[in-house]
């Protein structure tokens, strides 16, 4: 089993930029390619950026491309998003996710632990 817990959400004003966290413990010993994804109120969780085991290939949606940005530290356990230039669409409980394996997915029933979510919310 894996335990992740996110952190570093809050609010911000549109164009602000926010980092958060996601700490992983227990067997952590295994490879694991980590996902973020998110979940705006009425809306389905979407894919937003994703990562692989050595961090050396990432992947983003489209809807935050050249804004967000991915990156992990394996000697932490720890995986970090990013997020710059803000705009309220970008609203939303964020979720950070791990798939056991070297690669990541896109697709959220792909990845086999979930934190706890931590809310994002951009002001106009």
């Known amino acids: 089993q894996v335990q992740l817990v996110e952190s570093g959400g809050g609010l911000v004003q549109a164009g602000g930029s926010l980092r958060l966290s996601c700490a992983a413990s227990g067997r952590t010993s295994r490879t694991y390619a980590r996902g973020w994804f998110r979940q705006a109120p009425g809306k389905e969780r979407e894919f937003v950026a994703a990562?692989?085991?050595?961090?050396?290939?990432?992947y983003y949606a489209d809807s935050v491309k050249g804004r967000f940005t991915i990156s992990r530290d394996n000697a932490k356990n720890t995986v970090y998003l990013q997020m710059n230039s803000l705009k309220p669409e970008d609203t939303a409980v964020y979720y950070c996710?791990?798939?056991?394996?070297?690669?990541?997915?896109?697709?959220?029933?792909?990845?086999?632990?979930w934190g706890q979510g931590t809310q994002v919310t951009v002001s106009s």
């Open positions: 996710a791990a798939r056991m394996g070297s690669y990541y997915n896109t697709v959220a029933r792909d990845y086999d632990y």
């Open positions: 990562i692989n085991w050595s961090g050396g290939s990432t």
